[in-house]
């Protein structure tokens, strides 16, 4: 019992400090890569949910707490979001218990967590192409708050991560995105940080509630998961973000397809049509977009 524990505690430390890597290099990917890796080392989806959440509500408090006292953070627009996504994320975490009336919880929050993978690698290359499209961005941005909508990313992303801890640094982030095509870069991340935070205790407590935590699994994946994510940061000027980010909606696309059932050869099929294909068509459409946008620019001149 005793070398399976410590088996069981190693796999989680090394695989949290990869994804702590990622996490810092990139400012995405948390729950997205965490709890798919943990279910693929053998760990219960309800325990892999539970654990990751407790453990990215301890890690993501350090950058918060940054940029808050920074002033990063939109606090008019954490507040909406706030609203919104900590009783969803309570609700979320909760409507676990209605799933044994479906049969077996851990097969459906697993199909549950294939499809938000899905939906998160789309949104994934939705930011790219934000990132692309999008002229330069100065000013605080976000200035003017849109309320309601505001309130319905908290409300969709907040049951999301309540029910499968992904979305909160993906799905939300693009939302805030594309609501708020102003806010810079830096208001974006920090914005997203403190919203995650009562967010993501609001999941975790849901989550202790209704399932507890393995501390076997906690432990190593908050040892592995804080330095990586320093380590990642201090690595991110160095390493190429869209090499990254294509990677990571590569791995995103694969896991939720596993995680849904499909067979392993079209599994890798797919993915094989991806690595081949997948720069080509991007370089296609970025060249694309960047001629478009050139040929406006010089047309506003004349």
Known sequence: MGDLFTTAALGVLVVSFGVGIVVGLTGMGGGALMTPA??????PPTAAVANDLVAS??????GAAV??????????L???LVAGSVPAALIGAFSLK?????GDPESWLKLAIGATLLVAAATYLV?????????PRGGQGGSVVRPVPTLLIGVVGGLLVGLTSVGSGSLMMVALLLLYPALTARRLVGTDLVQAIPLMVAAAVGHVIVSGVDWAVLIPLI??????????AKLAARVPQGVIRRGIVLVLTLTGLTLLGVPPGWVGVIGAALVILGPVAWSILRDQTVARRHG???DDDT
């Open 98 to 102: 209605f799933l044994d009336a479906l």
């Open 127 to 135: 930011r790219m192409y934000l990132n692309v499209v999008q002229r």
């Open 78 to 80: 954490v507040a909406w």
């Open 223 to 232: 040892v592995g998961g804080t330095p990586g994510t320093y380590l990642g």
């Open 38 to 43: 943990l279910i693929f080392l053998g760990i």
């Open 296 to 298: 406006t620019r010089s």
């Open 67 to 76: 940029h808050w006292r920074s002033g990063a953070a939109n606090l008019r």
């Open 57 to 62: 509500a301890v890690n993501r408090s350090v």
